[in-house]
């Protein structure tokens, strides 16, 4: 049996998949298998996979969605422990290597996770994501995970008995599956930071309407579970309510945004119910009853001040 079980969801990616594959293969640490779960892809992503042989573990299932495969996915590993990579990232070669002994050595410890250097496709580079999530670190994280989301899924190395004692990812979620599993995981165990960037992720031009609609829908729904975990402190689920406040306005100004005024003014009220009373949420409020052709004429007028005020300070400079 390998010690770690290497796990790479793919969906329409073959483009990338070679670089994430090769990266795996690449590792220090070499006690390691590879599965490749094909979540029903239609391009070339099983030629791609052909050039490996044996070296790696082919599944393929019907388009099921990305936490179905990641699920499928483990089910079909054997491992010890077990690192997820998404297809369109790619790894240094010793982040198994410094992440292994870490859970070895500390059997608290559920989870391990790296820093992470993003990568846009029109060449910009952030060098470490963590540098602007201060609330990152090692230990029983659980309270700070509420805050922040600093683990992403190519980073993390975790025990298998953690993952299924956590209980998998859930499927029904098309967005904030993997902030919602490590959030179980760190109500129990401890994580491990390695704080270098070991870990490269790909971001690319996605439909923004589209993810903003995943996220702040998900983004509700992730709360509202949170709220339903077992043992939760006074403390902690007060901060929980908090959160859930401020995802329902984001979900509200979200759908005021695009023009969804009944559905805006059911999620500012949830807001408003959750200990999210503040101006602004009034403001979204009040204004989804106003005519949409006013709400028009405010927010030109709006972009057009903007421009007239950039405008004179280019001019200023110049």
């Given amino acids: ?41 239609t391009d070339n992503t099983s030629e791609v996979i052909r050039q490996y042989g044996d070296d790696i573990k082919y599944v393929r299932q019907a388009n099921r969605g ?23 990232d790619w790894w240094e070669p010793s982040k198994l290597a410094e992440q292994v002994p870490l859970l070895e050595a500390d059997p608290e410890a559920g989870l391990a996770y790296t820093d992470l250097r993003v990568v846009y496709d029109d060449g910009t580079v952030i ?15 659980f309270d700070r995970l509420l805050l922040s989301g600093f683990i992403l899924p190519s980073t993390v190395l975790m025990r298998r008995t953690c993952f299924e004692q956590a209980g998998r990812f859930d499927e029904s979620m098309r967005s904030h599956e993997d902030v919602d599993l490590w959030l179980r995981i760190c109500q129990k165990w401890k994580v491990v930071l390695v704080q270098d960037a070991l870990t490269h992720r790909r971001q690319g031009a996605a439909n923004m309407t589209s993810d903003s609609d995943l996220r702040t829908r998900y983004g509700v729904i992730f709360f509202e579970k949170a709220l339903k975990l ?28 695009n023009g969804k005024m009944k559905e805006c003014r059911q999620a500012l009220r ?3 119910q959750s200990k999210g009373s503040s101006l602004r949420t009034w403001a979204y409020y009040a204004g989804s009853f106003l005519p949409a052709a006013l709400i028009d004429y405010l927010r030109n007028g709006k972009r057009s001040a903007r421009s007239m005020v950039a405008g004179r300070q280019n001019g200023d400079a110049a």
């Fill in 230 to 257: 077992p043992d939760l402190t006074a403390g902690q689920r007060d901060t929980i309510v908090r959160r859930l406040a401020e995802a329902y306005f984001l979900r509200g100004s979200f759908l005021f945004a």
């Fill in 127 to 141: 060098p470490s994501f963590l540098s602007s999530r201060p609330l990152a670190g090692s230990g029983y994280v």
């Fill in 1 to 41: 049996m390998p010690k770690v079980s290497v796990i790479i969801p793919t969906y329409n990616c073959a483009h990338y998949l070679g670089q994430a594959i090769e990266s795996a293969m690449s590792q220090t640490f070499r006690d390691f298998e590879i599965i490749v779960l094909d979540d029903g892809s």
């Fill in 66 to 88: 990305l936490p179905a495969a990641r699920n499928r996915a483990i089910e079909s590993s054997s491992g010890e422990f077990v690192a997820l990579l998404d297809a369109d």
């Fill in 270 to 272: 949830l807001s408003l």
